[in-house]
């Protein structure tokens, strides 16, 4: 570790000497409480029983399991050792598990008991693995948490600096193939600094934890609240009645959503009574209607963004007032430049590919060099997305390039090529066309639009079933239209742009 060089598990021991006996989490499960510097002494321990284990600098460490006090145990000890975590997303299939794992090559692999006959049923497929362990102390038939905590609390320090990997998450599948997203700790901690510089943290700041620790959203609002000495008010599992009771009891002035969480909450606060007037922050993706009745109810601000897993969470941000339905402005340390199809910059109000430069963007995805290479070209991140600046600077969503078509049902991404995959292996389907269109619960719905082999006939919710019980069940179709005959290029591929045209309405 040089002069210049700060990490997530510096900021840790920062934190505790800083901020001491200071609440830093409330499980809300249990009912447990860990100050800083209990949670200093916790990932110092665990470092040492995962290095006694034999974990080493640069090993992935893969986590499938609910948000818990121990996950983020994990988080600490990787960037103690300069390991690599590697959060698992528990919605996925078996296969898209067990692909995630055998792309990152993990040494270790940590489970919470719900999940473990998923991983036994993958373990012969993969090789890199060497040990399994519980993710917490509830038990399960993998190694016991617990002792790797009993192995002391000095381990041997190790060398790691702020451009070394942190955290691998996959992104969508583009192509059909996931892709694994390295974020450093310097991209980490920038991204800390921007939430708590554009949201205003203080200590005094309390964070409703909701969304999950394999997703970046969830992971840096957790590691932004915490780098602000704020407490971290953690759920297993998203329930709105609980999280109404954990805001009015807790006092919770923050939290990050995605439809329809800000809305089920709203609902709840409705038929309970339940007070929620100190949320004075929420953040992410929503409607209009929503976000409007939010700051009606509460007095607070919504903040809206653009961003994706490779820029680190964002890139630009703004307070919903300042520009309804735009994403904000550029982040502090960040540039965007929207450019045409040659890489050349377009003016203020035409659309054009959203690029970005910064310590916020990423290191690259996972042993893909070639397309590290495409993507990093001319020296800019290419997200694949498409926006127009307005005169004032605020970046309004324009979708995603042809080549990169994106659905977002309540948060996630999904790429109508990894859904179209396998509705075509139903055997009653000929040709299909998968696009995103608008859903009043998950704010974007997924819809297949299906054209039949001849003779045969099928029932919408048996292929959406089908789809259901191969991917990650967020996504499979909400909506199936079967036609005569889809619209074709001259190739004689669907063509897409018709098809939504003809076929994208309302629902």
């Known amino acids: 570790m040089g002069l210049y060089d700060f990490t997530f598990y510096d900021l840790i021991n920062r934190n505790a000497a800083t901020f001491g006996d ?26 040492c029983g995962l290095q006694k284990a034999g974990l080493q600098k640069g090993d992935r460490i893969g986590a499938l399991g609910k948000n818990s006090l121990e996950y983020f145990f994990l988080y600490g000890a990787a960037a103690a050792l300069g390991a690599v975590m590697l959060p698992i997303n528990w919605r996925l ?74 955290v691998i998450i996959h992104t969508a599948a583009v192509a059909g193939r996931p892709r694994g997203a390295l974020l450093s700790h310097g991209n980490v901690l920038c991204a800390d600094m921007h939430f708590g510089y554009l949201l205003n943290l203080t200590p ?11 997703h970046v959203g969830g992971l840096f609002m957790v590691t932004s609240s ?32 995605f439809a329809p969480i800000l ?69 502090p340390l960040a540039e965007v ?4 199809d040659y890489d050349r ?23 893909l060099p070639e397309d590290n290479e495409y993507t990093f070209r001319e020296g800019w991140h290419h997200t694949g997305d498409q926006g127009r600046f307005d005169e004032d600077g605020f970046l309004w969503y324009a979708g995603r390039k042809a080549e990169k078509e994106l659905i977002k049902p309540g948060g996630e991404n999904v790429y109508p090529a990894e859904v179209e995959k396998v509705v075509l292996e139903h055997p009653a389907v000929e040709k299909t ?40 069940r967020y996504k499979k179709p909400q909506y199936v239209e079967f036609v005569d005959l889809l619209p074709v290029l001259e190739d004689g591929s669907p063509d897409r742009a018709r098809a939504k045209e003809l076929y994208g309405g309302d629902q």
């Open 22 to 47: 200071k609440d830093a989490w409330f499980e809300v499960d249990n009912g447990h409480t860990l100050s800083f510097s209990q949670y200093r002494a916790k990932v110092k321990s665990l470092a």
């Open 433 to 472: 066309v998968v696009f995103g269109v608008p859903d009043p619960k998950w704010k974007e719905g997924i819809k297949a639009v299906c054209q039949l082999k001849e003779g045969e006939s099928l029932e919408p919710q048996a292929l959406i079933d089908f789809v259901g019980e191969r991917i990650a």
């Open 93 to 166: 299939s078996a296969d898209e598990v067990g692909y995630n794992l055998n792309d990152c090559t993990p040494r270790f692999v940590f489970s919470d008991m719900e999940f473990q006959d998923t991983l036994n049923g993958l373990k012969d497929k993969l090789p890199s693995v060497e040990k399994y362990f519980n993710l917490g102390p509830e038990g399960g038939e993998f190694g016991d948490f617990q002792p790797l905590l009993d192995q002391g609390d000095e381990f041997d320090p190790v060398d790691v600096a702020t451009d070394d990997g942190f």
């Open 204 to 214: 005094e700041d309390v964070h409703l934890n909701i969304l999950p620790l394999f």
């Open 337 to 340: 430049r929207l450019v045409d």
């Open 263 to 331: 809305s089920s909450v709203l609902e709840e606060h409705e038929k309970s009574g339940r007070d929620i007037s100190s949320l004075r922050v929420s953040a992410g993706l929503d409607t209009p209607e929503t976000i409007e009745k939010y700051q009606e109810i509460t007095g607070g601000t919504f903040y809206c963004m653009y961003g994706q897993t490779e820029t680190s969470c964002v890139a630009t941000f703004g307070a919903y007032n300042d520009r309804p339905g735009s994403a904000g402005r550029m982040l």
């Open 226 to 257: 915490f780098h602000a000495g704020i407490m971290n008010v953690n759920m297993s599992r998203f329930d709105a009645r609980k999280a109404v009771e954990m805001i009015e009891e807790k006092r919770v002035s923050m939290m990050f959503t």
């Open 345 to 367: 910059p377009v003016p203020v109000g035409q659309v054009g590919e959203i690029t970005m430069k910064g310590p916020m963007v990423f290191k690259g995805y996972w042993n």
